[in-house]
C-alpha cells in the first residue's frame, strides 16, 4: 500500500467527501439500505451525534484527500448490549481494493479493544460476497441470515450478521 494513505480521526472539512461516499453507497449500491441521498447538514449532525455519544469517526486521506470512513455504535439501545458494537467501513469507489478498508477496520478494531468492547457485529447484504470474505478473512463468523428484511431497487434483501470476538486485553 502506498505510504500515503494514513488514518485520522474524522474532522468536520472530511465530511463533504464522506458525503460523496455515502451518496454513492446509498445510490449504486446495497451497501446502505436507504434511497435518498443524505445532505451535509445530515452527516454533520451524524458526526456530532456520534462524538457525544463516545463513538469513533475514523477517515482515510490519501493525498490529502478523505477516500474512506469507518465508524461504530452500540448494537442496540439496550443496556445489557453496551459491549457489543456494529461497525460500517466505506471506501470510495476509486480506492476499493487498496488495502483502505483494512486500514479502517483496524483502527475500527483496535479502537474497540481499548474501549474495552466484547464483540462487533456486521450487518453485511447477502449479494454483497466481497465484504462478507473481508470479514471473513478479519475473523468474523457469520452467526446469521436473515431473509428479506431490506428492500431496495425493487426488490427484497437478505441481511447477514458477522460477528468479531475482540481480544481480551488488547
Not at 461516499?21 to 452527516?43: F, G, K
Not at 469513533?56 to 453496551?82: D, E, I, M, Q
Request: hydrophobic share 35%; aromatic share 12%.
Amino acid at each position: 500500500m502506498d505510504a500515503t494513505y494514513y488514518i485520522r480521526e474524522t474532522t468536520k472539512e472530511d465530511l463533504p467527501a464522506i458525503l460523496e461516499i455515502m451518496n454513492e453507497a446509498i445510490c449504486n449500491t446495497t451497501a446502505i439500505y436507504d434511497e435518498e441521498p443524505r445532505s451535509l447538514d445530515y452527516v454533520h449532525h451524524w458526526l456530532e451525534m456520534q462524538k457525544e455519544e463516545g463513538m469513533p469517526v475514523f477517515s482515510c486521506l490519501h493525498n490529502n484527500y478523505t477516500v474512506g470512513y469507518a465508524t461504530y455504535g452500540r448494537f442496540r439501545p439496550k443496556y445489557g448490549y453496551r459491549f457489543t458494537v456494529e461497525h460500517s467501513v466505506y471506501v470510495d469507489e476509486f480506492h476499493r481494493g487498496e488495502g483502505v478498508g483494512q486500514l479502517l477496520l483496524t483502527a475500527l478494531i483496535e479502537r474497540a479493544c481499548a474501549d474495552g468492547l466484547h464483540r462487533m457485529i456486521a450487518g453485511i447484504d447477502a449479494d454483497n460476497s466481497g465484504s462478507i470474505r473481508f470479514h471473513e478473512k478479519n475473523g468474523f463468523v457469520n452467526v446469521g441470515h436473515l431473509k428479506e428484511v431490506g428492500y431496495k431497487f425493487g426488490r427484497f434483501l437478505d441481511l447477514v450478521f458477522l460477528q468479531l470476538d475482540l481480544p481480551v486485553g488488547k
